[in-house]
């Protein structure tokens, strides 16, 4: 399944569903681009307050019901397997850039939210709690759809703002993380944040942890010690599941060889991308491709 950024996801939506290279706001009449690809590289919220999605996140299959709320961080991917008749919801795609600037460096909700989304992105809400969201989607549903409106992405601006204001509140108010301080962005999230998305543009062709210090400016012991604080996960264990997640995918294709994938992922050989796998999956990418195509025939 191919993956879209926000760049190529913008090609395939209409003007009056998003501004710019900036914003996209999905409905179920776009479910079919879900099915087709995987979305990646962008930050994604999405809504189901109808029907059952089988959804594809990170490469694990996740079963999402009816008042689940997901939040995909930029370097995450998601797609969708299935979806039942009476599938509603809303899905947007914005940038991280956007989100600065239209919250203005205040992040609201628990301090420990992007930490928590990173293990699970999954959160089961309250029907009322999914109700108040629908209706801060539907009114950038609404000002998206009116193209001619003069104000009309300062209009958007404010929605959204309302939208994330209302989304912390609800996350304090239904207990879901331990609460800490949450006034503004600290250092150590911009941190986390640039490296998940520089991971995302970069783990294909490097993984070695050095790198991705000397790009961030810190070091690696100090990046290190933030994603572990995190995540409770290595930047290696991080940029290694990106590394497998995109390696079953293209496993998935039985049309494409081994050493195609091993060069796609730029390892030095297929012996060295074996080994990788293996360590990772405990067994070979061969015995992956047979057993996953198996599952697929039943």
Known sequence: MRALNMQQLCSFAQDNRKID???????????SLFEKFRVAGCRLNLLLFSGNIEAEINGKTVSLQRCDFVDILEGMTLGFKS????TEFYCFATTREFLIDV???IAPGPKDYFSAIINNPVIHLSANSTSRL????RLMDDILSDVDHSYRIEMLKVYFRAYELELGNLMIKEDKFQLQEHDS???????????????????RERREVSFYAKELCVSAK??????????????HEIISEQVIGLSVQLLRNDNMHIQQISD?????????????FRKNMNMSPSEYRKRSLEIEKK
């Open 185 to 203: 962005i600290v250092m150590k999230d911009v941190l986390m944040a640039n490296f998940m998305d520089m991971v995302w543009k970069n783990f």
């Open 83 to 86: 979806f039942s008749n009476d």
């Open 222 to 235: 100090h990046l290190s010690r933030v994603v572990k604080t995190w995540t409770g996960k290595t930047p």
């Open 134 to 137: 629908y209706r801060q989607m």
């Open 264 to 276: 796609i992922l730029h390892f030095a050989d297929q012996a060295a991308f074996s080994k990788f």
């Open 103 to 105: 919250m203005q460096n």
């Open 21 to 31: 290279e900036k914003f996209i706001l999905f409905n179920v009449n776009d479910i």
